[in-house]
């Protein structure tokens, strides 16, 4: 498309100069070179920076993908802890059970791949990398697979 557009402005100069009177074409052909490169040097730096927009707006796009099935999947999560881990607790702690003994019962979350990202990891759930959760900072191994996420 951009070399088309050149062309046939490289035409319409040609032409334009062709038909300019003899006394003035040198003028015009002057004019025409330094306004057709004007015009390239435009819209080449235009494509190259929308090629570069679209390339990064896809990588974006990828990664608020990543987010969201991240954000779904920390909500189906804690669905499942306030819906049916946390009453079965509360249930079992009426009855008489001991807190230890509900603890070393309770399962413990399934180890995820997030990207790199520790970004979800409650307080009391163990942090592969021993210490503290982390939480969004990138670290090689993270998520305890080895590989980075």
Same mark, same amino acid.
């Given at each position: 498309?951009?070399?088309?557009? #050149?062309?046939v402005t490289?035409?319409g ?5 062709? #038909?300019?009177?003899?006394?003035a /074409? ?6 025409a070179i330094?306004a057709?490169a %004007? ?5 080449t730096?235009?494509?190259?920076? #929308?090629?570069?927009?679209?390339r990064?707006?896809?990588? /974006?796009?990828?990664? #608020?993908?990543? &987010? ?7 909500g =189906? ?17 009426a009855?008489? +059970?001991?807190a ?10 399934? +180890? /995820?791949?997030?990207?790199?990202? %520790?970004?979800?990891?409650? =307080? /009391? ?17 993270? %998520?305890?697979?080895? &590989?980075?996420?």
């Amino acid at each position: 498309m951009l070399s088309a557009a #050149l062309v046939v402005t490289a035409a319409g100069a040609a032409g334009a100069v062709a #038909l300019a009177p003899e006394t003035a /074409r040198t003028w015009v052909a002057g004019t025409a070179i330094v306004a057709w490169a %004007c015009m390239a040097a435009v819209a080449t730096t235009a494509s190259v920076r #929308l090629r570069r927009a679209l390339r990064r707006a896809e990588a /974006r796009s990828g990664e #608020l993908e990543m &987010t969201k099935n991240n954000w779904m999947q920390h909500g =189906a999560e804690t669905d499942q802890l306030v819906n049916t881990t946390l009453p079965a607790i509360a249930r079992q702690l009426a009855h008489g +059970t001991s807190a230890d003994d509900i603890l070393a019962g309770t399962p413990t979350p399934p +180890t /995820r791949t997030c990207g790199g990202y %520790c970004t979800s990891s409650p =307080a /009391r759930w163990p942090n592969p990398h021993g210490g503290p959760p982390r939480r969004g900072r990138r670290s090689s191994g993270c %998520c305890g697979n080895g &590989t980075g996420g």
